[in-house]
């Protein structure tokens, strides 16, 4: 397939001497009943690349029609599936906490994002994606943005599954001093690196890398998380003046990231082919969340409210970095879910109704696969692929949708639980209920804008689905509150005033061991 990229005792001799003889005739003879056969086999599984975009809207990708232009992501929907009804959490942690075990980030108690002093992350007796694909000859690795716990070792990548990891462990790093909250977030293998450059491009160039010099006769896992285009704004010169007609400089500028993002897609696509592993490999590309939206009025109320007050007395940059961190958070996005309503942390659909594709050349038809489809599913859909069905866990949220998509065999569907900031939404398609803040009934087919509230007209769906939420596996809260980071914020670039967080993992790591003895 061509694209177009634009831009692994007493014992008698003698017996034993005979058994050596016979064992190493057989070998020789029949070398493809052992080593091989396993070789062989291992070969014909698919590769695995899911590239993971961080705060991409509904109207950030030219096939929606956007003002920003992805020909390359355009060219997995194309030439895949395009999931017209993918659906993920409103946040970073909680949808990369599903992805990697296909449970409900409220059973795993990860429903806000975990920040960078927390002691837990992603509870260490969760199996997680590369661990399952390990198991079957899967060689994994990882790139970018991990945002599932890192206050030790024992929590990062390479202590779950992935044999490589280069990026950063936090929620958000500048993207060219490649800092969070005060420290050095950027790494490979827990090694801290120092490195010029855009971290959207060396991302792409360690993806890229790693494509060439993998061994063709062992299946990839290769889980790519771009920070792009989560705040802040930051984008290369060349991308910006693509976009000067643009006069919003947040959208010009987040316009910008999204182009260096596809850009990189371009790239990473470019590599299948030189290598000739297109046509043996799986691509599944998505969001996270929905994106960031300038002064949301569905965004998180008491954060919107903090900001408002603040704006009474001070002008921007506001004194300290708490307040500055949350306006930044209500004012700076430059992303649009339109026609969807809200953004990130809304449960409403611009804040969990994302872009979405499976590409699978030889496998799968292009076509607009509307069927309804959630980030748990992820887990399941790629086991049932590589035919690992019997491994799908029995405990998890999600379902298999691969017939669905294969054939349009429909699949069970399971409930869907979203934990926004404010509010919990359930899904039944093509019901959604949304209670917390405000009690709505939606039927998302026919009104994917949310505007006619049907819970009035429908009572008793209303409270059948109630019930459902409040039975429904509740694990104890790891993510942050507000009152955890107020005096420390999760900042995004800036200066340095601790020692780097790969370095960090490690003296905490020593000083529990040195206590617990």
Known sequence: ????????????????????????????????????????????????????????????????????????????VKEGIELDRFYVQPSCSPTRAALMTGKSPKRLGITRSISKNQKVGLDLS???????????GYKSFMVGKWHLGGFITEYTPNARGFEHFY??????????????????????????????????????????????????????LLYVAFGAPHLP?????????????????????????VAELDNQVGRILNALEQNNMDDKTLIFFTSDNGGQISEDPE?????????????IFFDRPFPGKFLEQLASVYMDGGSSNTPLRGGKTSSLEGGVRVPAAIWWPNNFEPRKHEGFMTISDVLPTLLDAVGSKKNIPAEIDGASQLKYL????????????????????????????????????????????????????????????????????????????????????????????????????????????????
């Open 1 to 76: 397939m061509k694209f177009r990229h634009h831009s692994f005792i007493d014992i008698n001799f003698d017996k034993v001497l005979l058994i050596s003889i016979y064992f190493s005739f057989f070998c020789c003879c029949y070398p493809y009943h052992s080593y091989s056969q396993v070789n062989d086999n291992l070969s014909q599984k698919p590769n695995i690349i899911i590239i993971l975009a961080d705060d991409l809207g509904w109207d950030d990708v030219g096939y929606h029609g956007s003002t920003i232009n992805t020909p390359n992501i355009n060219t997995l």
């Open 406 to 517: 294969s054939n349009q065999e429909k699949q069970r569907i399971p409930d869907y639980l979203v934990t926004g900031f404010d509010n919990t939404a359930l899904y039944q398609p093509p019901w959604k209920l949304i209670t917390g803040n405000k009690i709505a009934l939606y039927n998302i087919y026919l009104d994917p804008s949310e505007s006619k509230n049907l819970a009035s007209v429908y009572p008793k769906r209303v409270s059948a689905m109630q019930k459902i939420i409040n039975r429904w596996p509740t694990g104890k809260e790891r993510g942050a509150t507000i009152s955890q980071i107020i005096f420390d914020m999760d900042t995004w670039g800036g200066e340095e005033d601790r020692i780097p967080w790969a370095e960090a993992a490690k003296k905490n790591e020593e000083y529990i061991k040195k206590h617990a003895e």
């Open 126 to 136: 969760e199996k997680l994606l590369p661990q399952y694909l390990n198991e079957i």
């Open 167 to 220: 990026g950063y462990l936090s929620g958000g790093i500048g993207y060219w001093d490649h800092n969070h909250g005060g420290g050095h977030d950027w790494q490979r293998n827990g090694s801290t690196i120092r490195e010029k450059g855009y971290a959207t491009t060396l991302l792409g160039n360690e993806a890229i890398s790693l494509i060439n010099n993998h061994n063709k006769q062992q299946p990839l």
């Open 299 to 311: 965004f998180w109320s008491i954060a919107k409210k903090i900001v408002n007050v603040s704006s």
């Open 233 to 257: 704004n930051e984008a290369p010169d060349n991308q910006i003046k693509n976009y000067s007609h643009v006069t919003d400089p947040r959208r010009q500028i987040h316009s910008a990231m």
